[in-house]
């Protein structure tokens, strides 16, 4: 099972915008609008920033953004904050009803 | 508020078993699935498998079907990860999370919305 492509790392200054893609299949994320997003600080657990493509769970700051575009989806960062230096990783349910995560990408913030 | 407990952190030898646990409280239990997820060292998160608890239905990813067990405890709340020879390769911190199960009303819920605090496991020899 493949994991789904992510950049290694994005950096942006504060107040930038930033977009981190999502890259998979027609069998992951091409295949349903169930991707979500999660960002991880150090030594953290993670936390649901997007679901379903481009929803966000209450309390999720709006700068927070997802889309999709077939087989990519993307997370934008808009305004970006100090607080937003974090590792974040995509994740798809796939057509044989389990889940991929992305490979990960760590946000630096200049 | 959704609460997930995770047991503490485990040093196994090779060969040896072990069982990892999970403990859902302040929402209704049969309405969450629980999802384990994996993060090696300094690597990325990695989806190994899922318990519905309202019927322990099961499904896994293929990188750890057979070499591990989910299983739940309804009277407790509480949902295990069970090896029965632990490897090196399962070095790794363990997180749990909920998945809401498919309603009438919502439809399907396929995100994890809480997660457990982690459980570091350790295979040394």
């Known amino acids: 099972q493949s994991v789904l492509t992510q950049p290694a790392s994005v950096s942006g200054s504060p107040g930038q915008s930033i977009t981190i893609s999502c890259t998979g299949s027609?069998?992951?994320?091409?295949?349903?609008?169930?991707v979500s997003w999660y960002q991880q600080h150090p030594g953290k657990a993670p936390k649901l920033l997007i679901y379903d493509v481009s929803n966000r769970p209450s309390g999720v700051s709006s700068r927070f953004s997802g889309s999709k575009s077939g087989n990519t989806a993307s997370l934008t960062i808009s305004g970006l904050q100090a607080e937003d230096e974090a590792d974040y990783y995509c994740n798809s349910y796939t057509s044989i009803s389990t889940y991929v995560f992305g490979t990960g990408t760590k946000v630096t913030v200049l | 508020e959704v609460q997930l407990v995770q047991s503490g952190p485990e040093m196994k030898k090779p060969g040896e078993s072990l069982r990892i646990s999970c403990q859902g409280s302040a929402y209704s239990f049969n309405k969450y699935l629980i999802n384990w997820v994996r993060q090696m060292p300094e690597r990325g998160l990695e989806w190994l498998g899922r318990?519905?608890?309202?019927?322990?239905?099961?499904n896994y990813s293929p990188s750890i079907q057979g070499h591990a067990t989910i299983s739940v405890d309804k009277s407790t709340s509480t949902v295990y990860l069970q090896w029965n020879s632990v490897q090196a390769s399962d070095t790794a911190i363990y997180y749990c999370a909920t998945e809401r199960e498919y309603d009438t009303l919502t439809g399907y819920h396929n995100w994890f919305d809480s997660w457990g605090q982690g459980a570091l496991v350790t295979v040394s020899s």
């Open positions: 027609s069998d992951d994320v091409g295949y349903y609008n169930y």
């Open positions: 318990i519905a608890p309202s019927d322990s239905y099961t």
